[in-house]
């Protein structure tokens, strides 16, 4: 008896294969433990609702902080050209004999807490060409003239027979234009550190790495370097160097910090050094302070009011479908 019950019972190898053909057909068949929910109309049409509640007063939040947002913005590639040069600006950019110098006024008229972030803008401006952006070398902007991995910077991998440090376009057309900002009688103090994110001063840009034969050739693209401060000290250039994925961008030029007053008249110097004329580029200069939500951007609260507006559209729509169904199922059986 004993001999044979043992022979009756399945050993384990046996019995795991039996387990794991059994999983894998439960698998198969979709029949795993697992939660079903049953989508009645009553849940579909409290759901959407209960997302279009949700939804729209986040969108009004976020509306309300991007709003609360103050821009000054001033256009003044075009005024800052002389008259008699108004129909050749490209010839008044490219002749360094002319002075560059401009003066703008700037009028607050709301009360700008600070810190308020100087940025330049650039329309029409594509850094994200593929030949453009692929024209650098991060191994030489983090290790210098120890790099060899350089052949993506040509046409700006080298000036007479010397390697260029930072090579390629990106750098060779670093942004050069300068702005200081006058209040009264009084400078306002523009405070030009820690503009560029900590993670490309540490990690991208080398901090033993100096510029090196840099806007040494003909052809000069944009701004120069000094050549006694590390790469990782340039925050201009780190700043320009993380390219913009649109073709109308702002890039961080400084901070002031000190509080702007309604009806304030803010005077700008600046230099009108960059060339945009050549592409039909525009050049402006924008004043703006920030929310918890970031800068000036309308979007995400018009797309969550607009969302959470189409989800209870979508919920009157789908209950009035199904009062209609109610009284042809009851008429039906009547």
Known sequence: MEHRSALERPDQPTRMCFWRS?????????????CKPVLTPTWVILTFLLIGTIF????????????????????????????????????????SSYPKNCSRTLKVNRYMKAPIYIYYQLDNYYQNHRRYVKSRSDQQLLHGL????????????????????????????????TYKFIRGKSELNVNRKNIAWKSDRDHKFGKHVYPFNFQNGTLIGGGKLNSSVPLSDQEDLIVWMRTAALPSFRKLYGRIEEN?????VIVVNLMNNYNTY???GKKKLVLSTSSWLGG?????????????????????????LHVKNSRNTHVGYN
């Open 260 to 264: 702007l007053h309604a009806n304030d």
């Open 278 to 280: 050549s592409f039909g």
């Open 146 to 177: 120890g790099s060899n991995k350089t052949s993506l910077c040509k046409p700006e991998q080298s000036n007479n027979g010397l390697p260029i440090v930072p090579c390629g376009l990106v750098a060779w057309s670093l942004f050069n234009d």
């Open 56 to 95: 729209i007063p986040i969108g009004l939040i976020c509306l309300h902080a991007s709003r609360s947002v103050v821009e000054i913005v001033d256009r003044y590639d075009i005024d800052c050209v002389p008259e008699q040069f108004k129909s050749n600006k490209l010839g008044y950019i490219k002749d």
């Open 296 to 320: 000036k951007n309308d979007f995400p609260g018009f797309a969550y009011i607009f969302v959470g507006c189409y989800c209870i559209v979508i919920a009157i729509v789908f209950m009035l």
């Open 22 to 34: 059994e999983a894998i057909n439960k698998f198969t068949q979709q029949n795993l433990p697992a």
